[in-house]
């Protein structure tokens, strides 16, 4: 995107250095407990801690900018308040991209020579290991997290060095532990000119690498161990045969939140003889095998589909059957107990769809003695088994396809298909379908028009209506369960035919899964240590937790009890990978969602034990050693309960440790993509539910989740370069004009949007703030002294006070948006009001009072230039000490009836523009007017005053608005109403209107504010803004329009305009060198000094105040302008006129007169203006 220049970021990020150092000199955001806490409130706030494999980028930035908002809002407020933030390295990326570079040495040199045909290509599954260069995005669509951050790349060494990195330096990277400390180093220098109010002194990586937090999660584990939360067994995980281990949601570069679908394999036996292909397996149990999800259906089954395309093994079974499938589905089942040897298929022949198409089955609970494999050309290798079995009752594609082998004999004959094959297997009825009868696909079809089984979108949406309807409402027809509900006996149906060992349980990822290190994974039935959050009284007091917690929206609540609906066990154990090691099992690791559940805990005492080192390589300020945290030593900082254990570390050590985790415990607000809670967040809850069963004060209080974030409406993208670090945004934008744009991108769970011209704007608002604020601040004698008690005065006062109060109320919800919008842009604009209503001038301590209002309140958005202004101002200590500012009184009536001037005017000048149109078909535009009338009615008219007493005793009467029906009947038993007859509902239905907005008080008969008051207040306003030269004001019944008359209403001003006669008059400056030379101005009957000076001020900008002109006439009217004036004495041959003179016009005869003192003077129309 092109800029038109950028040294208005240039100046903001100076000065957010500038800042930035004296936050730092200060140590202003180093919170340590205070020693009397009893009185003190405590403002807990973390955020996941990113993935150190790479540089943070927006979306990591979006998310963490809720937490900084807050945080700055709640130091105001007056609360202690800690921001800390850890670095995650736990789990396989570092590993699998330093192993990466590792092999890609190996094959290629150093530095690496790439094949130039393999380099330009793309390979989605060799850059699923790549380093992030931007870290974990959890924003699910249609390209993963790592292709997206990677861009076309395939090479690891490549990406590296698109992070502007040497060969010399990419090597380094082939250790895993330099990544640890490169990245965080990064991270935490791109969140320091973010201006984050982080304790960096709490700051740690995860890993073994830091010994403190090793022995921490091994505490953890420990405890989570003896109180029965973790277990050993087989068990359905989503696995990596590559990495030989399970492969979580952090682990994947495709399929994040996906697991386990199970279905049920329907067993459908080749019946002899076997066709050419198949023969030498004769006298063995040939199956080809179906993955169902409606075993119920199976009563219908006809037939059954492959593709004839498609290629397809035979493979043995550990109990010697054969199962026909695709090689995938068998490398599933090979690592789910259905083979000899775990892992292997013991692959017998490799076959096409074609070979064995025509194959006689018998299937499970079909009323056929046999069914045919016929072919199916719609089928998807990537789910399920490629073998499916048809049920056309139910099944919609099923019926289209069927139906079109029916009909169409040339496509039987293609694929030697015979017609007994077919033409007697007819749909069976089998359930019973409210509203789609006994044969619910075939109605649907039906009523849709599907013509054949290309009519894709019509059967997607048959689909859609039967498939639902059919589970709920469903009645089973046939089989031992026919009567019954098909919600009701679908499992055991199931289990029917399990037992009868004519179909097995087998289970496949939801959707593809890549792990990072290139694996297409697998479900495997696996030995592993797993949390057992199916316990049911684990679950039970997780729910408890959730009742507890502060959700901010319903959806994310809802989210979270849909994730304890269905949420079991968690594998925690990988033998691949960094991580802390199972203190009981060494050989396994912790995997990166099980140690960090509980981390925050680490940070209430981190800065004692690591003293701000990353790995905890440092002296502890305690003087503990990572030895010296044995589980009891942690047990006695962690539970308060806890004796005091048996080491050596002295007692005042642990009970300062003690003290900071009671104070700061538990997290009053953790912030997070939504997508971590059926992950992160809900483990979160179970974990602190199960270390602090018993004491609640530690469950976590409240969590925001938010959306993800766009880049100019469409997904982040490096491939696509629709894409920025956190170092890029605050390099282009500022940091505040990143924050103020993060702020105003969206507050909802759905899914917000960064706007790259919008941040443009956002700069330049920030930096005009400065800017005129220096320009006050450099001129305050120019601005009105005295009290602020008029009326314009009394609007502003009470805008801010509004402004503040719901800006605290924005904050408190933690919508940020809408904080800026109250808390900034109308902030704004309520001064931009103010300085345009006050003719008079703005009044200087309610200016100065506006300047430090809105740097308070815009601080925890925008804290550098806040903090820059609010020392201009003369502070002495930082903005980050100050307070929120404590608002006045709100004064709505005063409020209503400014936002009724600002509406008057708006309608006056529509009224004007469309008066100086040129009539229809003419260009000649009309005279402008110079003078109007405004008309105020005090009381409706009587036919609008009578709609409005009706309504209001139709709305007592029912507690609701009454219906046009029922207003036009009541209207009709009205004869006096009779005459208006065409006015009255369009009357009525704007009433209903303004009710919907202002409530009920559109009703009333009368406003609560004098409009001519206000409207005389304002009188020189209205009339500058309207460019008139006069303004009168008057009672609409003072009208001689009947109009006017009828038209006028309470709040709803008319204005009349006219033009006056004027004669033109030449104004010279005879001052020298003063850039000001002559204007050509009207002169009115009546003006006076002040006028005409006023309409100078408006002709020539280089006149600034037009209390600063004198005007002068000639001693000589005739003689005097056309004498050489004298240099220097400007006001040589020229009379002052006094402020009290009156000027009068003859406009047929083109003269101006003086009247002063009861004289009047002929003037001519030529006078002098002095500057001065």
């Known amino acids: 995107m092109s800029r ?29 407990a205070p020693e009397e806490a009893k009185g003190k409130d405590k403002y807990f706030v973390t955020f996941p801690y990113p993935y150190m494999n790479g540089q943070l980028h927006l979306g990591h930035t979006f998310s963490l900018s809720k937490c900084e908002f807050a945080v700055g809002y709640q130091r105001l407020r007056g609360k202690v308040c800690l921001f800390p933030f850890g670095l995650h390295c736990t789990g396989m990326p570092i590993k699998a991209c330093a192993d990466k570079l590792k092999r890609e040495m190996e094959d290629f040199g150093f530095p690496p020579q790439f ?4 380099e330009t290509s793309l390979s989605t599954s060799s850059s699923a290991a790549s380093v992030q260069e931007v870290p974990i995005d959890k924003a699910k669509g249609k390209k993963s997290k790592a292709a997206a951050k990677t861009g076309s790349s395939k090479y690891q060494w490549n990406i590296m060095r698109s992070l502007n990195l040497k060969d010399d330096d990419i090597a380094r990277f082939a250790d895993p532990h330099h990544w640890l400390g490169y990245f965080p180093q990064l991270a935490k220098d791109d969140l320091k000119k973010m201006g984050v109010k982080v304790d960096w002194r709490r700051t740690f990586i995860t890993t073994d690498a830091n010994p403190y937090y090793d022995s921490f999660v091994r505490w953890q584990f420990l405890r989570l161990k003896e109180r029965n939360k973790i277990k050993f067994g087989k068990r359905y995980t989503i696995y990596s045969p590559l990495d030989d281990q399970p492969c979580m949601d952090h682990d994947r570069s495709t399929g994040e939140g996906a697991g386990p679908q199970e279905y049920t394999l329907i067993k459908m036996r080749a019946i002899k003889p076997f066709p050419q292909k198949l023969k030498v397996l004769a006298g063995r149990a040939v199956f080809l095998v179906a993955a169902t999800l409606r075993p119920e259906t199976m009563y219908g089954q006809t037939n059954c589909w492959v593709r004839p395309d498609m290629k397809y093994i035979a493979f043995e079974l550990a109990n010697g059957e054969v199962f026909v499938c695709t090689q995938r589905a068998a490398r599933n089942m090979a690592y789910q107990g259905f083979t000899k040897t775990n892992g292997k298929v013991d692959v017998l022949m490799h076959l096409t769809g074609q070979d064995i198409l025509g194959i006689a089955l018998k299937a499970p609970l079909t009323s056929f003695q046999a069914i045919y494999t016929l072919p199916m050309l719609t089928i998807k290798e990537g789910k399920g088994t490629g073998i499916v079995t048809s049920v056309p009752s139910d099944a919609p594609d099923d019926f289209a396809a069927l139906r079109d082998l029916q009909k169409k004999q040339p496509l039987r004959e293609k694929y030697g298909i015979k017609d007994e094959m077919v033409l007697p297997f007819n749909p069976v009825p089998i359930i019973e379908v409210p509203g789609f009868g006994n044969l619910s696909a075939v109605t649907a079809c039906e009523q849709l028009k599907v013509q054949s089984q290309n009519d894709k979108e019509k059967l997607t949406e048959a689909k859609e209506r039967v498939y639902l309807k059919g589970f709920y409402e469903g009645v089973m027809l046939v089989g031992s369960y026919a009567g019954q509900k098909v919600q009701d006996v679908k499992q055991l149906i199931k289990e029917q035919i399990l037992d009868a060992n004519e179909a097995v349980v087998y289970k496949e990822p939801e959707k593809q899964i890549i792990s990072r290190s290139g694996d297409e994974c697998v479900v495997a039935l696996c030995d592993q240590w797993y ?5 049911t009284a684990w679950k039970q007091i997780t729910a408890e937790s959730l009742k507890q917690l502060e959700t901010f929206a319903d959806d994310v609540r809802k989210n979270f009890e849909a994730t304890l609906d269905w949420l079991h066990e968690h594998a925690c154990s990988r033998s691949y990978g960094l991580g802390t090691k199972l203190p009981w099992d060494p050989q396994y690791l912790i995997e990166s969602l099980s140690d960090s559940t509980i981390y925050m805990a680490f940070y209430t005492v981190s800065h004692l034990l690591q003293g701000g080192v990353f790995d905890g390589h440092s002296a ?19 539970f308060k309960e806890a004796p005091f254990p048996r080491t050596d570390v002295p007692k005042a050590a642990l009970l300062k440790m003690r003290s900071e985790f009671e104070f700061w415990y538990g997290v009053d607000l953790r912030v997070s993509g939504k997508d971590l809670i059926p992950n992160h967040l809900t483990y979160y809850l179970y974990n602190h539910c199960a270390i602090w069963p018993e004491d609640r004060s530690k469950w976590p209080k409240a969590v925001r989740a938010n959306g993800h974030l766009l880049l100019n409406s469409e997904k982040m993208s490096k491939s696509t370069g629709n894409f920025l670090t956190l170092q890029e945004a605050i390099e282009k934008y500022s940091a505040d004009g990143m924050r103020l744009s993060l702020a105003d991108a969206g507050d909802t769970i759905e899914d917000a949007n960064f706007v790259e011209t919008m941040a443009d704007a956002g700069i330049l608002r920030i930096y005009t703030l400065l800017e005129w604020t220096k320009e006050i601040l ?10 602020a008690d008029t009326y314009n005065d009394k609007v502003f006062i009470s805008e801010m006070n509004k ?15 809408e904080a800026l919008r109250t808390g900034f842009f109308e902030f704004q604009a309520a001064r931009d009001r103010y300085r345009e209503l006050c003719t008079e001038g703005m009044n200087r301590d309610l200016v100065l009072r506006f300047i430090e209002q809105q740097v308070l309140i815009l601080s925890p958005i925008c804290p550098h230039i806040c903090e820059h202004i609010w020392k201009r101002l003369g502070k002495l200590n930082s903005i980050m000490r100050a307070s929120w500012p404590v608002a006045g009184a709100v004064d709505n009536v005063l409020l209503a009836s400014s936002s009724y001037l600002m509406d008057a005017a708006h309608s006056f000048r529509l009224r004007l523009k469309n008066l100086c149109q040129p009539a229809k078909g003419k260009k000649i535009l009309p005279e402008k007017p110079t003078n109007g009338t405004i008309y105020v009615a005090k009381t409706y008219p009587m036919w609008q005053n009578k709609i409005l007493i009706l309504l209001k005793s139709l709305h007592d009467k029912s507690g609701v608005m009454p219906d046009n029906k029922e207003v036009s009947v009541q209207l009709k038993n009205m004869p006096e109403l009779k005459k208006y007859t065409k006015k009255l509902m369009p009357f009525v239905q704007a009433v209903k209107e303004n009710v919907e907005v202002q409530g009920l008080k559109a009703l009333n008969l009368t406003l609560d504010f004098d409009e001519l008051v206000v409207l005389q207040e304002n009188i020189v306003y209205l009339t500058n803004t309207l460019e008139l030269e006069g303004l009168v004001l008057k009672s609409c019944v003072e009208a001689e329009d009947v109009k006017i008359q009828e038209e006028c209403c309470p709040g709803k001003p008319i204005i009349a305009y006219r033009s006056e006669a004027s004669v033109p008059v030449l104004f010279v400056n005879p001052q020298p060198c003063s850039g000001h030379f002559q204007l050509t101005v009207p002169i009115l009957e009546g003006d006076t000094v002040m006028k005409i000076a006023y309409r100078m001020w408006k002709l020539d900008r280089l006149i600034k105040n037009p209390n600063s002109l004198k005007l002068l006439r000639y001693e000589d009217s005739v003689m005097g302008p056309r004498q050489v004036p004298v240099f220097g004495e400007p006001e040589a041959g020229k009379l002052s006129i006094p402020e009290s003179a009156v000027f009068t016009i003859d406009a047929e005869k083109k003269t101006v007169c003086l009247v002063n003192n009861g004289a009047t003077l002929d003037i001519g129309l030529q006078m002098a203006y002095l500057v001065v």
Do not use: C
């Not at 038109?4 to 340590?32: C, H, P, Y």
């Not at 094949?115 to 393999?118: A, M, R, Y």
């Not at 949390?531 to 316990?535: Q, S, T």
């Open 620 to 638: 502890s300020p305690l003087h503990i050693s990572p030895q010296q945290m044995t589980p009891e030593v942690w047990d006695f900082v962690f």
């Open 115 to 118: 094949p130039l045909e393999e």
């Open 531 to 535: 949390l057992d959050y199916g316990e």
């Open 4 to 32: 038109k220049g950028t040294a208005k970021v240039t100046a903001l990020l100076e000065i957010e250095q500038s800042v930035q150092e004296g936050w730092q000199r200060e140590r202003v955001f180093e919170e340590d």
């Open 778 to 787: 450099a001129n305050t004698e120019s601005l009105r002294s005295g009290p």
């Open 803 to 817: 402004g503040i109060i719901e800006t605290a109320q924005h904050y408190d919800r933690l919508m940020f948006k």
